[in-house]
């Protein structure tokens, strides 16, 4: 897949090569500072690096300029229907906008907003759902399709290229996965912009989750794709921890641990599931990228876990604990996950210290 054009927003690169980076969104009042600046700063903490905030009043956009002081990542301010609420964004510091073109009043309206992000360096997203579809188009098509999400985003492209602006991410979500995929496989064909990819509306945690590790996923092994949001209903902390998971399962991005553990079989001769949930919850603070193994047997263990930073493989009455680039195991008794715990928190503080230098 071609490379798409570079985009930045803040710090931050869009396309051109760059790392994937994970998006979420406050779900808190924006005009409350206090709350939505704690919520900007855990979701930073658990690995999101651009973060949207919804604007749709004036109380709102003059809250953006100590948002946008007070966050450790970049912000998109979320704008529909008043071009000016984007404008008084901009002048306040927001590092990007989340627009669709067609719904703030007319090319006119186009033209005000595109010479303002001109003139503070503001990139565009043109976010198209598959309920925001032009009627035009939705009569043309029968109803909602994904050539339909891509046309619309492409007017609007053109709306703000007419203006000439050109610093434009596009995405067209929808919350069946099939039309998701067959959108963005369309978009990467016809045009080079960076491309927010994501399931909208995917639901709750677990079948959300899964169904957009299916969509984003699926486009992301394809080469499709800048920028995630993994869109969950309730506390949005969840959506960054899918989306990590969703790029290491992919070694796009490595951060914090990658877990190995076995199903278990009939052979097994630990907890693995017990050992496994500790592995997980005490190790959660880690950052620096550190994969673990917890093999229940000796049939495959002792091989998955070699292949891990430090994994363990089972036996009757105790356990073989293995450290990548050593052919030999030490064999271990007593608290299994006590001992795996340990030594990973040692890998971990010895790559910090490497990464530091």
Same mark, same amino acid.
């Given at each position: 897949?071609a490379?798409? +054009?570079?985009v930045s927003?803040?710090p931050?690169t869009?396309?051109g090569?760059?790392?994937?980076?994970?998006?979420s969104?406050?779900?808190?009042?924006? +005009?409350?500072v206090d709350?939505?600046?704690?919520?900007?700063?855990a979701?930073?903490?658990?690995g999101?690096d651009?973060v +949207?905030? %919804?604007?749709?009043?004036?109380?709102?956009?003059?809250a953006?300029?100590a948002?946008?002081d007070? %966050?450790?990542v970049?912000?998109?301010?979320?704008i529909?229907?008043?071009?000016?609420?984007?404008?008084?964004?901009m002048?306040?510091?927001?590092?990007?906008?989340?627009?669709?073109?067609?719904?703030?009043?007319?090319e006119?309206?186009?033209r005000?907003?595109?010479?303002?992000?001109?003139?503070?360096?503001?990139p565009?997203r043109?976010?198209?759902?598959?309920?925001?579809?032009?009627?035009?188009?939705?009569r +043309?098509d029968g109803?909602?399709t994904?050539?339909?999400m891509?046309d619309s985003?492409l007017v609007?492209a053109?709306?703000?290229?007419?203006?000439?602006?050109e610093?434009?991410?596009?995405?067209?979500?929808? %919350?069946?996965?099939?039309?998701?995929?067959?959108?963005?496989e369309l978009?990467?064909?016809l045009c080079?912009?960076?491309?927010h990819?994501g399931?909208?509306?995917a639901?709750?945690?677990?079948q959300g989750?899964?169904?957009?590790?299916?969509?984003?996923?699926a486009?992301?092994?394809r080469?499709?794709g800048?920028?995630i949001r993994?869109?969950?209903?309730?506390?949005?902390?969840?959506?960054?921890k899918?989306?990590w998971d969703?790029?290491?399962?992919?070694?796009?991005?490595t951060r914090?641990?990658?877990?190995i553990a076995?199903?278990?079989c009939?052979?097994?001769?630990?907890d693995?599931a017990g050992?496994?949930?500790r592995?997980e919850?005490?190790l959660?603070d880690?950052?620096?990228?550190?994969t673990?193994?917890v093999?229940?047997?000796?049939?495959?263990?002792?091989?998955?876990a070699?292949?891990?930073?430090?994994?363990?493989?089972?036996?009757k009455?105790?356990?073989?604990?293995?450290r990548?680039?050593?052919?030999?195991a030490?064999?271990?008794e007593g608290?299994?996950?006590?001992i795996?715990?340990?030594?990973a928190?040692?890998i971990?503080?010895?790559?910090?210290?490497?990464?530091?230098?």
């Amino acid at each position: 897949m071609a490379k798409t +054009r570079p985009v930045s927003v803040g710090p931050l690169t869009l396309g051109g090569g760059s790392p994937v980076w994970v998006q979420s969104m406050t779900n808190t009042d924006t +005009r409350d500072v206090d709350s939505t600046l704690a919520q900007i700063h855990a979701l930073h903490q658990a690995g999101c690096d651009i973060v +949207r905030v %919804s604007v749709y009043d004036d109380a709102c956009a003059q809250a953006v300029r100590a948002l946008a002081d007070g %966050s450790p990542v970049p912000l998109v301010a979320d704008i529909h229907f008043d071009h000016r609420l984007a404008v008084k964004a901009m002048e306040n510091g927001i590092h990007k906008l989340r627009i669709n073109p067609g719904n703030i009043g007319g090319e006119a309206n186009v033209r005000i907003l595109a010479d303002c992000a001109k003139a503070h360096r503001t990139p565009i997203r043109i976010g198209v759902n598959s309920g925001s579809i032009e009627k035009d188009i939705l009569r +043309r098509d029968g109803g909602p399709t994904a050539k339909g999400m891509v046309d619309s985003a492409l007017v609007h492209a053109r709306m703000l290229e007419k203006a000439g602006f050109e610093d434009i991410v596009l995405s067209m979500k929808a %919350s069946n996965v099939r039309m998701t995929i067959d959108a963005y496989e369309l978009a990467a064909r016809l045009c080079d912009y960076p491309l927010h990819v994501g399931v909208t509306e995917a639901g709750l945690p677990g079948q959300g989750t899964i169904k957009s590790a299916i969509g984003i996923g699926a486009l992301l092994a394809r080469g499709i794709g800048d920028t995630i949001r993994v869109s969950l209903t309730g506390d949005p902390i969840p959506e960054a921890k899918a989306a990590w998971d969703i790029l290491r399962a992919l070694n796009l991005r490595t951060r914090g641990v990658q877990l190995i553990a076995c199903p278990t079989c009939g052979r097994t001769a630990i907890d693995v599931a017990g050992i496994a949930a500790r592995v997980e919850s005490e190790l959660a603070d880690i950052t620096v990228p550190l994969t673990v193994a917890v093999m229940g047997c000796v049939v495959n263990g002792p091989g998955e876990a070699r292949e891990a930073d430090i994994g363990i493989a089972g036996g009757k009455g105790c356990g073989a604990l293995f450290r990548r680039g050593q052919e030999k195991a030490e064999r271990i008794e007593g608290d299994l996950a006590t001992i795996l715990i340990r030594e990973a928190r040692r890998i971990a503080e010895e790559k910090a210290r490497g990464i530091s230098r």
